[in-house]
């Protein structure tokens, strides 16, 4: 098959995570056959249509996170891309919308019985409520890769709050979410699975916590993300696969699949999980277009599914669809 890779390109660092995705993926692409593609979404979108429509591919694997360099634009990015008609991996532009909002999806997960933590939407010059859910963690709405958050987004009272909100507003970080903040283990799952369900496997990552400080709020800030040089990063190591027991791992594959089914994630998703004291767990974030560069989380899940990248290339390559 000829598989297009589409991708954005507004950064030139060959470098980046998103470099190192499309080279690990046409290497696999590669060696299980199949021509791969690269086809970059710069500033101009015109190119990158006349590029997919010289690529003539049966399949477009959608790496894209963001559209004329706006990372708000990735849903727009992915609805380019089922203009094709062809089949497309992941999950389809209006779900990648839903998810995009946190405050929105949550609404979506609560419906459907999925565990959520409390939480009030603040826009910008709006006062956050007095009845605010404390302590809590104060984060964007709608973006992801952990923006917006450093060791003061954690808040334990109503005027730290405020002070958060209004940081995230003069940021231009949009919308801000007050979250109860569950004080315990944060695990991520990563879902596999066809459009439609039912999820056919999952993995569990932990976030090592025990080399933070105890002044430190233990969350994954934006540096313990990006930063590798950052003693947030340095301390922040993730661990594959997570030991949990046998109910709590019934508990989050319930809720793992209320999250798949209400958001209609495919093809590949990463969750978000606390758990509190009392061994409930709780969906913070979902991730339904994660990073899949050779060192990024997913792919070091796989090997706890029994599973090699390969392996993952050829099942998505069969759940594509045409969207």
Not at 103 to 119: F, I
Not at 215 to 228: C, D, F, G, S, V
Not at 242 to 266: C, H, M, Q, T
Request: hydrophobic share 50%.
């Amino acid at each position: 098959m000829r598989v297009a890779l589409a991708f954005s390109a507004q950064r030139d660092d060959p470098d980046t995570d998103l470099h190192a995705a499309v080279a690990h993926l046409a290497q696999a692409l590669t060696r299980l056959g199949h021509a791969a593609l690269p086809v970059p979404l710069g500033l101009d979108v015109a190119a990158f249509w006349q590029a997919l429509q010289t690529a003539q591919p049966d399949v477009i694997w959608n790496l894209c996170e963001e559209a004329s360099g706006r990372p708000g634009r990735e849903l727009h990015a992915a609805a380019l891309l089922e203009l094709q008609d062809v089949p497309v991996t992941g999950t389809a532009a209006a779900e990648l919308a839903l998810c995009l909002d946190k405050a929105r999806a949550r609404v979506l997960l609560a419906a459907a019985g999925a565990t959520v933590p409390q939480a009030v939407r603040v826009a910008a010059g709006q006062a956050v409520p007095l009845a605010v859910p404390l302590p809590a963690i104060v984060k964007p709405t709608s973006q992801d890769g952990s923006a917006g958050i450093d060791a003061q987004s954690v808040v334990h009272t109503h005027a730290q709050a405020q002070a958060a909100v209004a940081r995230l507003h003069a940021q231009g970080l949009g919308d801000a979410l007050v979250e109860a903040f569950i004080a315990g283990r944060e695990l991520n799952a990563l879902l596999l699975g066809p459009p439609g369900g039912p999820i056919a496997a999952l993995a569990l990552g932990e976030i090592d916590f025990s080399q933070v400080p105890p002044a430190q709020p233990r969350i994954l800030t934006w540096a313990a993300k990006w930063q590798e040089d950052s003693a947030e990063f340095l301390t922040t190591p993730v661990r594959y696969p997570a030991v949990v027991d046998p109910e709590l791992l019934v508990k989050i594959r319930e809720l793992a699949d209320r999250a798949f089914a209400a958001l209609g994630l495919a093809g590949y998703a990463r969750l978000d999980l606390r758990v509190d004291a009392a061994g409930e767990p709780f969906l913070i974030d979902v991730n339904p277009n994660p990073d899949l560069s050779p060192d990024a989380g997913l792919v070091r899940a796989l090997p706890a599914l029994g599973l090699s990248f390969d392996d993952f290339v050829a099942l998505q390559l069969g759940w594509a669809r045409i969207k």
